[in-house]
């Protein structure tokens, strides 16, 4: 489902998702209370998002989506960089932050990647969100987990899911949920999408 106010670009990203194969647009929205109607009749497997609409803004979209349909995985593409309202986007539960300047082949790789079960975000803002942290903080709170609670969040910042996590680091999946479940309280996420930001934001990533 595609959700932007403006009619050019919902046509481009239309034609983007179904020249990928093996998806069809089942929606589209200008507004966000057309959204969140769509999103409830069709229950769509990923919603791409613009974040400047009319009436509700995409951070309030994004919570009702996840409240109404917490299987619909929700890709935001924007022209909005600024790193404070990408890490609160992700907080509020978008499972990626793709720019709508970025290629059109990086494009397809968002739709791909967060369609498959898996975070993304723009290679654009990935560094500079590492970049952003700061590193003394980040550092002490790391301390605080343990070396295993370190991988699995390193895993996590890097898109993989439980069940390869368990295959990378050779335990079973129960193990990762509780390494996961641990981690989080220790460092006070309560999502997803909290974990990845805060992986990327300590420089896991690409470490």
Known sequence: MICD???LIRAGLRSMVEGIGGMDVVAE???GQ???AAVGQHRPELLMLDLSMPVMNGSEIIRRVKQRSPGTRVLVMTMHRAL????QVLAEGADGYALKSDPWDELVFAVRHVSGGYRYISPSLG???ADAADDDQAAELLDILTPRERQVLKLIGEGHRNSEIARLLSISVKTVENHRTRLMRKLDLHNAAA??????NAGLVGE
């Open 5 to 7: 106010d403006h009619v």
């Open 29 to 31: 929205a200008g507004t």
């Open 34 to 36: 057309e959204a969140l």
């Open 84 to 87: 404070p309202r990408v890490q």
């Open 127 to 129: 560094c500079a969100l």
């Open 195 to 200: 974990v990845v930001a805060y992986a990327i």
